[in-house]
């Protein structure tokens, strides 16, 4: 177990100060209702957080789908200074070719304090391409995170150098895939060989040659993915030595073509083997239960997974995992388009899932918006994972529709026992656009979770957590000794007093997003008041169990084999 | 939410329920009652018009080959004043919207205290998504008449598609608080209720209706959802297989099916029901891959030509009926193969006494649907009652020819005939139809006419074979008693 880089460690002691603060400042709780209150605060800093860059779909005034569905982002942790960077993709003119190059991606290198800087054009990554998804993830094991950029067009792989410079490799690692409309991203081991394999979503065969036009009352509209054939997803298993072989057909993925967005690769079914749930849009979404040796078949209807609990195919947009009601297995939460509630399904076990929005409560307010990016997220530290969602139309929809619009507020819902409430406005939630990717870390290394939204068409908005409450919080970083260096999805536990929590590490997450390396874990105060110490039990990819004891209120790098074997791989 | 379960009722459908007429079932609800109607009274026997009744639905024919195969009428009594557009008007969704608008506008300004008028009104707004237009509408609506069952149920229904139950459960409860209860508010309740995650109150409120009568297969399937919601899986799929009784087969039921026999562990019946599931085309209407646009040409129109469709009713519902037939005319002038349109049409002239335009309407119905046998005997009808007997006499003639096997052109034909006195000519139908159909009411209207043709011997053993028939569900349903212990 090592502590993180000094700029952390800094940090900790402020920290230690602000958790007393807390105490005292529980009279500012925002009452919710009879029985719950909040001191969640999210403060709109994106002003002073030097982020001027501005999103762009290239507004070729022809609604090209394309252009409704843009962009991921990316959060990491890119030059291991222990504070967490940000990448936002970029659209770009799809008309005009030499304004294209200007508009490049976003790359902010965060300065602490929730300050970044732009260093799109010292990490030398240009001509990224019209990007739609994204995955950070260090792929060649050299303990630097890498990046695979999912386009409309050619899709890249970009190799950390380890110095603040990224270089393409996209061809020599032999990733052939693209020149489509992607979508989601995820790195994971699909079969078994403790090296990170790449799953590469794709949408639709959408070219600008065949772009369907919509005008109605003298406005484009943009065209449904139903208007286009679906594109079968792409995978890809490491050689282990930084190159790639297709791995599509022997997979079975590439036998099943859905419009597929969101993606998350997790061992859904307590196998040990990493499982992949797409999100469709306007079609069933599909769950690839991994059988072994690499191979997949397709279960979405069988585990419950494909449709709501109306038999509803919902045209499904961002997918996030989490615990949210800390029976151990980790549930989904999938965003769809208007007049569809976005769905929490309950991991019932065996592979089998449970749409349970309506009981807990997933808003029916909801349900004018799109909803795009979103997490299962402790945002106020209680130890109950919460929901943020990302709304926003693509089309002028308050023309037609006088319950939304394209720009509209997004929803926190905070989760008291499994339950959830909508506190968006009394956490001070305002601004009003149309979201797309969202990226769940902890950037100001406080010891809660703070929120950037990648906004169509618009500058990013960044919520910073001034969470006032006196909850308790512990931070994870894994690094595995294998070529999975950020051991992902290992499993991690976490107790302290009573209770449990429990993580996977995912990469590839969200609306096409990528974020999260470093798993939150909320302590509650009730819980947690006495404990100085919290239990962690690591289930790393290799099968082998290591248990640690970490002190609360801190970030911690565990690597393996430094903690008490449990079980050997 | 489950936008599937609660739709609205629409303003003619809930006109007909409550009148007990069927919506656009005019042409279908024709019964020789009506053909008495004409102007010289004939004195018909109880079993007479009992013959008739059968022809509830239009019956279909293999269309011949030409679009419509009837001589051109010459009698100047059948000329009709009015003009039928075989061509469609062009226009674009953006402006059939705006005109519906403007359509909806004058509705509301013609009939300001019509509730009919106003709930589609309402309805109008609420599918354009002008929700709080609706809203006060509706409103307006409970004030004028708060014991209105479709301003309830539409209300509801259009507060659950909006995503807000809460709403629904409030309206639900004044629904009640008005007096008005009814099996459909009932539902909507249970969705509401559902969609909030409150199923227990499902179950609670479905499960003593379970012994009623007035369980249909969408309740049943509501039950099943809540109770597999709650856990009790054997319990939902035996709900849900209790809705598969009762004719129901949708997505939703036999996603619940696969869901329940899968946390049953019975994974062969879920893979079964799988099966099923794929088999069931999925629903891509002409406008279907638009689902996800949102504003598409073919949902404008759907929706447009539907409000415009119901105001027609609406208007010659409440006696307007010239509003009524230029609504009409003007749809037909936009889908001039408007079948539903043109029946309206059909009965907005027999509201307004004209059978010449009555005629023409059907004349032009038998081109649009040429298989419909009962556009023939409507022509035939509106030829009679113009006066222009020898025409309706032709017209049976010849859907009798177009259908030889259908017993109902025969007996159409022998009604007709004993209406114009002429009983003895209408022996020979009777047979016909007693031949291809050998009912108790066939061999009573053979007896009848026979009688009034002077044919004493002949209708007395027609009447024998009309108490055989008689006797037959007599000795029938005695037959458990006699097995009895």
Not at chain 1, 192 to 198: K, N, P, V, W
Not at chain 1, 273 to 293: E, M, R
Not at chain 1, 364 to 392: K, R
Not at chain 1, 513 to 536: M, P, V
Request: net charge negative; glycine share 8%.
């Amino acid at each position: 177990m090592e502590n993180l880089a000094k700029g952390w460690i800094v940090l900790l002691p402020m920290i230690g100060v602000a958790c007393s603060f807390c105490e005292e400042s529980l009279g500012q709780e925002q009452s919710l209702g009879q029985e719950h209150s909040t001191s969640l605060r999210l403060v709109d800093v994106s002003e002073q957080s030097g982020i001027t860059w501005e999103h762009t779909t290239g507004r070729s005034g022809r609604a090209h789908i394309v252009e409704g569905i843009a962009s991921g982002l990316a959060s990491f942790d890119f030059d291991r200074d222990g504070l967490i960077d940000i990448y936002l993709l970029n659209g770009h003119s799809l008309t005009d070719t030499a304004s294209a190059a200007n508009d490049l991606d976003g790359f902010f290198r965060n300065l602490g304090e929730m300050r970044f800087e732009d260093i799109s054009k010292f990490a030398r990554i240009t001509g990224s391409g019209y990007g739609l998804g994204i995955c950070a993830a260090d792929f060649d094991g050299d303990g630097f995170q890498d990046l695979f950029i999912n386009n409309f067009g050619p899709n890249y792989l970009y190799r950390n150098c380890g110095d603040g410079t990224f270089v393409d490799v996209t061809q020599q690692a032999g990733i052939l895939a693209g020149n489509k409309v992607a979508s989601g991203v995820a790195f994971a081991d699909f079969n078994g060989d403790q090296c990170l394999d790449i799953y590469v979503g794709n949408y639709v065969d959408f070219t600008l040659e065949n772009s369907v036009y919509i005008l109605r009352n003298g406005r484009p509209f943009h065209a449904g993915p139903r208007y286009y054939r679906s594109e079968p997803d792409e995978m890809f298993f490491s050689n282990g030595d930084g190159t790639f072989r297709e791995a599509g057909k022997t997979s079975g993925i590439s036998e099943w073509a859905g419009p597929t967005m969101g993606l998350i690769a997790a061992d859904l079914n307590q196998d040990g083997l990493v499982d992949v749930f797409t999100a469709n849009d306007a079609k069933p979404n599909f769950f690839f239960v991994n059988k072994g040796s690499g191979r997949f078949v397709e279960d979405g209807v069988l585990s419950g997974l494909a449709f709501d609990s109306h038999g509803k195919a919902n045209a499904s947009m961002g997918v996030d995992l989490g615990d949210f009601d800390r029976d151990g297995l980790q549930d989904l939460i999938v965003t769809n388009y208007q007049n569809e509630i976005p769905v929490l399904y309950k991991n019932l076990g065996d592979g089998l899932f449970e749409d349970v929005s309506a009981r807990a409560n997933v808003v029916e307010a909801l349900q004018p918006h799109v909803t795009w990016g979103c997490s299962l997220v402790d945002l106020d530290n209680n130890g109950w994972l919460d929901l943020f969602i990302g709304c926003g139309h693509f089309d002028d929809a308050e023309i037609i529709d006088d319950r939304t619009a394209k720009k509209v507020r997004d929803f926190v819902l905070l989760n008291f026992n499994s339950r959830f409430e909508d506190v968006s406005t009394a956490v001070g939630l305002e601004a009003v656009e149309s979201s797309r990717g969202i990226a769940f870390d902890d950037f100001d290394n406080d010891g809660d979770v703070d929120i950037v939204v990648l906004n169509s068409n618009a500058k990013p908005t960044v919520l910073r957590n001034d969470l006032l409450a006196s909850n308790n919080w512990v931070q994870i970083e894994l690094i595995a000794s294998s070529c999975n260096r950020n051991a992902v999805n290992s499993n991690v536990t976490v107790s302290v007093g009573t209770t449990s929590q429990h993580r996977q590490v995912i990469c590839g997450r969200g609306y096409q997003s990528s974020y999260g390396d470093r798993l939150h874990f909320g302590l509650n105060y009730a819980d947690s008041r006495d404990e100085k110490q919290a239990s962690i039990q690591v289930y790393w990819p290799d099968k082998s169990i290591e248990s640690f004891a970490v002190a609360v209120g801190q970030c911690h790098q565990i690597r393996q084999g430094s903690g008490i074997t449990v079980q050997s791989k | 939410m489950n936008n599937q379960a609660a739709k609205s009722i629409s303003v003619v459908q809930l006109i007909g329920l409550l009148l007990g007429i069927a919506c656009f079932g005019v042409v279908g609800s024709w019964t020789l009652n009506r053909w008495s109607k004409t102007n010289e009274s004939t004195e018909l026997s109880e079993s007479q018009s009992q013959i008739s009744a059968p022809v509830q639905k239009p019956l279909a024919v293999e269309p011949p080959k030409h679009a419509s195969n009837i001589d051109p009428i010459n009698s100047d009594a059948m000329q009709p004043s009015v003009v039928l557009p075989r061509q469609s008007f062009a226009i674009s969704g953006d402006q059939l919207e705006a005109e519906c608008g403007k359509f909806v506008e004058r509705l509301m300004k013609t009939l300001p205290d019509n509730s009919v008028a106003l709930n589609l009104a309402a309805l109008y707004f609420s599918r354009t998504q002008q929700t709080n237009k609706a809203d006060e509408l509706w409103k307006r609506i409970m004030a004028m008449s708060p014991t209105d069952l479709v301003l309830y149920y539409n209300w509801s229904s259009n507060a659950i598609q909006q995503g807000q139950s809460d709403r629904a459960l409030e309206i639900l409860d004044q629904a009640e608080r008005n007096g008005v209860r009814d099996p459909q508010l009932v539902y909507q309740r249970a969705v509401s209720l559902s969609n909030l995650g409150r199923d227990e109150e499902v179950e609670t409120l479905l499960g003593p209706l379970i012994t009623s009568s007035t369980m249909d297969g969408s309740h049943w399937l509501q039950l099943g959802l809540s109770q597999s919601k709650l856990g009790k899986h054997e319990s939902a799929r035996d709900s849900l297989l209790k809705a598969r009784e009762l004719g129901l087969n949708t997505k939703s039921l036999l996603n619940g099916l696969i869901n329940c026999s899968a946390r049953l562990k019975d994974r062969d019946a879920a893979e079964a029901y799988r099966r099923e599931l794929d088999s069931i085309k999925e629903d891509i209407t002409e406008f279907g891959q638009e689902q996800y646009e949102a504003r598409s040409e073919g949902r404008i129109r759907a929706l447009s030509l539907g409000i415009l469709g119901e105001g027609i009713e609406v208007y010659r519902l409440a006696g307007r009926l010239n509003d009524a037939e230029h609504a009409a005319l003007r749809v037909l002038a936009i889908e001039p193969n408007s079948s539903d349109i043109c029946n309206l049409l059909y009965e907005i002239y027999a509201d307004k006494k004209e059978p010449h335009n009555q005629y023409a309407v059907m004349e032009r119905l038998t081109e649009i649907q040429p298989g419909y046998l009962l556009h023939y005997l409507l022509m035939a009808k509106a030829a009679s009652m113009a006066g222009n007997h020898a025409r309706a006499e032709g017209l049976i003639k010849l859907t009798i020819a177009l259908a030889p096997e259908d017993a109902t052109s025969w007996s159409t034909m022998a009604e007709f005939l004993i209406e114009r006195k002429r009983s003895a000519e209408a022996v020979w139908y009777i047979e016909q139809v007693v031949v291809r159909a050998p009912t108790r009411e066939a061999y009573m209207l053979l007896a009848d006419a026979l009688k009034a043709s002077g044919q004493n011997e002949r209708a007395a053993a027609a009447e024998v074979k009309v108490q055989e028939l008689t006797k037959i569900p007599t000795v029938r349903a005695q037959a458990p008693n006699v097995k009895g212990p």
